[in-house]
């Protein structure tokens, strides 16, 4: 124990004084170069320990999994783009895909759009911490618990029968019989999209309240002094300046519903038409012992988020131009 | 303290229209009702014996208060190994969270401030891995782990969630901290501050909301994480794995005895929360507010 | 001002290195993963091979990694309590659903535990195949091993001739379930007869449930397996596993048609089959009034019996699954649970020498959920253990579970497609020809 109470320590301190020594020393060497060479290689310097770790997690295991997606089941044979081929024209696939368009538009709005709700109307009271503390727990319960509370949120019992399921004992209450919520598509994919709204509303809350936080009081104050009311501060000051972080919120959602692989394998597993693509990654991977496949689809996953990337690029120029 | 305490104070006076004030508060309230319920039922659930919860509503025990029982707890806490698991967690979790987050900033500060070629082509690539499937990348690491001789190692574990969180972490410290006023590194610059000082001493500083934001995150993600540990680690490295895989381990191989999970996810959720209701002191307004003049 | 503060942070910096440098130096190897033993078991480890300790004991250490959770991981850890006291072996089981994931990962990374739980015979070949498990012919006593244990397990276990799995539990399935004070009635001699018992509650002679999260479906698979071997004998049923008879074929949707038959006929229609998880299938036996007569399931349900149905012993009785056709009497259907050997280590010996004995396997049995797939073990917790083992043992027709002797790829499928059959039964054709397609690709590798 005593051994480990050290490493953690070391870690814990080491860690940033190694980086922050780093820092130091190459900008004592960056003094020693001419001018024009310092500024040219001080970002490479403060970058290359992240990209280093990128490149070794990230981009590493990407080339090697497009390299894959190119050979047979035994990692063997070059089938050219046969793994390709089966994705794209197996049923299943093109009901995962048209659920994780469901999901993209679904999760951002609802995740983004009620973070910022919340973000919001918690900032204006006392009881803030606690108000933040308690949407945030839903991310704090990790898949694992959310699975079984959501179980018990949709449970279904046939008419006549006592309701264990919180929704349809509301149901029972007001008289309407209970629904089968997991059966019926596409009813069931917003239903498993609730679930992970719910989960990551507090995230987005999290993030845009910090950045809430960052717009000075004074602004909002001269504005409020100048006889604006709240909907026109709202429009005009705060949501201008919180637009890059919901930018930044949203990207990770959109992200994130492509992605979208907890919730529905642990309540689902995509039948029922619940399917979503990480899901198909994840079968043809470990359950179907087809690593070719399963690069194939990663490789779908990392096309298609290339307009995502394309809308945030303009948005930066956009931002850069302004600062 | 006084310079902060102003703005808040001013925050207070403000109430506006009573009808206003109490509309607030209830919409509040039904949002926070709607998102404690499905936990409150698990809750209710977690304290009832597995026969009750199996036929009847967790809603029909809240008139009845003898259907209720420890036992669910008991037989967690009383679960061999779980101290350990708890430290073996905290072991993995806190240089997995210092790391990235250390990392990052370096990292952000340079694509926020510094210019050079390929900058923005750069950051788009960083935010465009935030896509990869952790699980494609197991096998390649896995065996440069093994070659390296460092397989079943907790550094093994620390590096993965590092490489694995920075994508995210860069992409959000980046953006707060290019949201700085531009002014604040300007005038640094011009009173010959390097920008390894103007980073220390301003922008360091100014971003501690979004610090603390990331802080909470990587926690909490590693945290919760089985999948990482489980193959990093090693599934047979028994004494050294996380808190998750012994609670992913209460319910048994057919998907029953998930009553005890219920009592551990509560367990196991205390730590983040106090995590993040401790951090919550820097998500204070006037932290930016002060270094702007006017 | 400056430099100095350039100046004073690498200083500090450069104190805290060297700090950190003499810290790590003087607890040496702190930073390395301190395991109590048993670490990154890679195939040519030799750290296991400690010296003997007194009184002979082997000493050391062996990792374990099953599916097991819960009481089923208390159970193993029962079982294996004599032979850790034994040999002085430290048995470290680690149990994990994602029992494919972590080993697939390890046969491809090299990175393995010891022993492992497998996930079934398929990929037990493939990692043969793959040279990553080894043969077991020089651990076990063959000649005991095979006497002592029923020929099909024996069987499926086999690679090259080679014997690379062992069972060390078991379990029988089609068995059905009833209540003795609902139902009063004997063993009905076909399966005609059952069906035309009279006096079912409310009309629903079974209660199903399929639900079983990631696996739904599995029930399902349990009950068309059971028909296929019934109506058309273990001959298609075996050319059925082995991929080259056809899901289309009159066979195999005459098993369907016999399960809708069943479907049609249970407690709360197929909404309530498709969510109820399987564990809570039965509770309906226990209701007051009762939901159903009858509950087809296998040997294990009983546990759930109890703890989620909240039922008393002597609450539930079963009688097997009766005959369809009499050309093939007496079929049964069974399952278990498969173990290999990954790394060779005198301990890992010693564990699966032990495991396939009958004072392990009986250990197991006493605690009640669980049958054992050595023979000889004789002494049970009750009369319903005693009975589903000897049903087990004396089997006129007897086949492992299909479904888990398939492709994985088929597997899910057929999960899948039992769930859409009972979700629209009017598109059999259409579920069946898609199970085809599957078939083709899944078996041709």
């Not at chain 2, 690491?141 to 390296?148: K, P, S």
């Not at chain 2, 005895?257 to 196991?268: G, Q, R, T, V």
């Not at chain 3, 999960?415 to 859409?420: C, Q, R, V």
Request: hydrophobic share 50%; aromatic share 10%; glycine share 10%.
């Amino acid at each position: 124990m005593d051994d480990r109470l050290i490493t953690a320590l070391i870690v814990v301190i080491g860690v940033p004084s190694v980086l922050f020594g780093y820092i130091a020393l190459t900008e004592r060497l960056l003094m020693l170069a001419p001018d024009h060479w310092r500024v040219r290689l001080r970002p490479w310097v403060w970058l290359a320990p992240a990209v280093g770790f990128l490149t070794v997690f990230l981009v590493y295991p990407t080339i090697y999994t497009l390299y894959l997606s190119f050979l047979d089941k035994f990692s063997k044979e070059f089938v050219g783009i046969d793994n390709y081929v089966y994705f794209l024209t197996t049923s299943d696939t093109l009901i995962a895909l048209r659920n994780n368009v469901i999901w993209l538009v679904l999760l951002t709005f609802l995740a983004v759009g009620g973070g910022l709700l919340v973000a919001i109307l918690v900032d204006r009271v006392r009881y803030e911490s606690v108000a933040k503390s308690l949407i945030f727990v839903p991310l704090a319960i990790s898949f694992v618990g959310a699975g079984v509370i959501w179980k018990f949120m949709f449970d279904f019992r046939p008419p006549g029968q006592a309701q264990t399921g919180t929704l349809n004992g509301i149901l029972g209450a007001v008289g309407v019989d209970p629904v089968p919520w997991l059966i019926n598509a596409p009813g069931n994919t917003v239903a498993l999209i609730i679930v992970a709204v719910w989960i990551w509303t507090g995230f987005c809350m999290v993030i845009l309240s910090g950045a809430l936080k960052g717009i000075s009081t004074e602004l909002l104050e001269a504005a409020r002094v100048d006889g604006a009311n709240e909907l026109q501060v709202f429009r005009g000051i705060t949501l201008p300046l919180l637009l890059p972080t919901i930018a930044v919120v949203a990207t990770t959602m959109v992200i994130t519903s492509l992605k979208a692989f907890d919730v529905v394998y642990v309540m689902t597993n995509g039948a029922f038409d619940t399917e979503v693509v990480a899901n198909r990654l994840y079968k043809e991977l470990f359950a179907f012992g087809q690593p070719g496949r399963a690069s194939a689809v990663a490789i779908v996953l990392l096309l298609m988020i290339i307009p995502v990337m394309a809308i945030n690029i303009r948005r930066f120029r956009e931002q850069e131009a302004i600062r | 303290m006084t310079a902060i305490t102003q703005p808040m104070a001013i925050a207070n006076r403000r109430r506006g229209p009573r009808l206003g004030r109490i509309g607030l508060h209830l919409t509040i309230g039904i949002l926070l009702f709607i998102w404690l319920l499905p936990t409150l039922g698990m809750l209710v659930n977690s304290l009832r014996p597995a026969a009750d919860v199996s036929r009847t509503g967790w809603w029909t025990a809240l008139g009845s208060p003898g259907s209720f029982t420890t036992e669910n707890y008991a037989h967690v806490l009383a679960q061999a190994g779980l101290g350990q698991a708890f430290i073996n967690s905290l072991f993995i979790t806190i240089p997995a969270t210092i790391i990235p987050v250390a990392v990052a900033s370096f990292a952000a500060y340079a694509f926020a401030w510094m210019n050079f070629r390929g900058r923005d082509a750069l950051f788009i690539l960083v935010v465009g891995l935030l896509v990869i499937p952790i699980q494609t990348t197991m096998v390649p690491i896995l065996r440069l782990f093994r070659d390296l001789g460092i397989a079943g190692d907790f550094l093994t574990v620390w590096l993965a969630h590092t490489g694995y969180g920075l994508p995210f972490a860069i992409f959000l410290l980046r953006n707060y901290m290019g949201g700085l006023p531009r002014e604040v590194f300007e005038s640094a610059a011009i009173d010959g501050a390097s920008p390894a000082t103007a980073f220390f001493r301003l922008a360091l500083p100014m971003s501690v909301p979004a610090i603390a934001s990331l802080v909470i995150f990587q926690f909490l993600f590693v945290w919760n994480d089985l999948l990482v540990a489980l193959i990093y680690l090693g599934a047979s490295n028994a004494a050294n794995l996380p808190l998750t895989v012994l609670v992913a381990n209460l319910s048994n191989s057919l998907g029953g005895e998930w009553h005890f999970l219920m009592a551990a996810a509560f367990i196991s959720m205390a730590l983040p929360l106090i995590v993040f209701f401790g951090l919550q002191r820097y998500f204070v307004r006037g932290i930016t507010g002060g270094a702007v003049k006017g | 001002m400056e430099i100095s503060f350039i100046k004073r942070s690498g200083l500090v910096a450069g104190l805290v290195a060297a700090a950190v440098v003499v810290a790590a130096c003087s607890s040496g190897g702190a930073t390395t993963a301190p395991s109590t033993g048993g670490e990154s078991a890679a195939p040519t480890s030799a750290g296991e091979s400690a010296a003997p300790t007194e009184g002979g004991q082997l000493g050391g250490t062996v990792t374990v990694i099953g599916t097991w959770g819960g009481s089923e991981q208390e159970s193993f850890l029962a079982m294996v309590a004599p032979f850790e006291a034994a040999t002085g072996i430290d048995v470290q089981y680690t149990g994990t659903r994602d029992i494919t994931l972590v080993l697939s990962t390890g046969v491809a990374s090299g990175i393995l535990p010891d022993v492992a739980g497998l996930p079934n015979p398929g990929s037990m070949v493939e990692w043969a195949n793959a040279g990553a498990l080894r043969p077991l012919d020089d651990v076990l006593d063959v000649a005991t091993y095979t006497a002592e244990t029923a020929p099909a397990l024996v069987e499926l276990g086999t690679v090259d001739g080679k014997i690379t799995g062992v069972f060390i539990k078991a379990a029988v399935k089609g068995l059905i379930w009833y209540n003795p004070a609902v139902y009063t009635g004997g063993e009905p001699a076909t399966w005609d007869a059952l069906q035309a018992t009279a006096a079912a509650p409310a009309g629903n002679l079974w209660c199903i449930g399929l639900e079983s999260g990631a696996a739904s479906g599995w029930p399902g698979t349990d009950w068309i397996e059971d028909f296929v071997l019934r109506q058309s004998g273990p001959d298609v049923y075996d050319a059925w596993v082995a991929g080259t008879q056809k899901w289309t074929s009159p066979e195999i949707k005459a098993a369907f048609e016999a399960f809708g038959g069943a479907i049609a006929n249970s407690y709360g229609g197929s909404d309530a089959v498709l969510t109820t998880n399987f564990g809570d299938g039965g509770n309906q036996l226990f209701a007051d009034p009762p939901g159903c007569l009858f509950h087809h399931q296998a040997s294990f349900i009983t546990d759930f019996f109890k703890n989620q149905g909240g039922a008393q012993e002597g609450q539930y009785e079963f009688f097997r699954m009766p005959d369809i056709n009499s050309a093939y009497a007496g079929a049964t259907t069974g399952a278990g649970d498969l173990f290999g050997m990954f790394n060779d280590t005198p301990q890992a010996r010693a564990l699966m020498a032990y495991l396939v004995t009958a004072d392990a396997q009986k250990i197991w049995v006493e605690r009640g959920g669980a049958l054992s797939a050595n023979k000889n073990v004789s002494e049970y917790p009750d009369d319903i253990a005693k009975r589903s083992a000897e049903l087990l043992a004396n089997a006129g027709v007897f086949r492992f579970d299909a479904s888990d002797l398939m492709p994985v790829a088929m597997n899910e499928s057929f999960w899948k497609a039992m769930l859409d059959y009972v979700k629209t039964p009017g598109d059999l054709d259409s579920i069946l020809s898609n199970l085809d397609t599957v078939q083709t690709s899944a078996y041709g590798g």
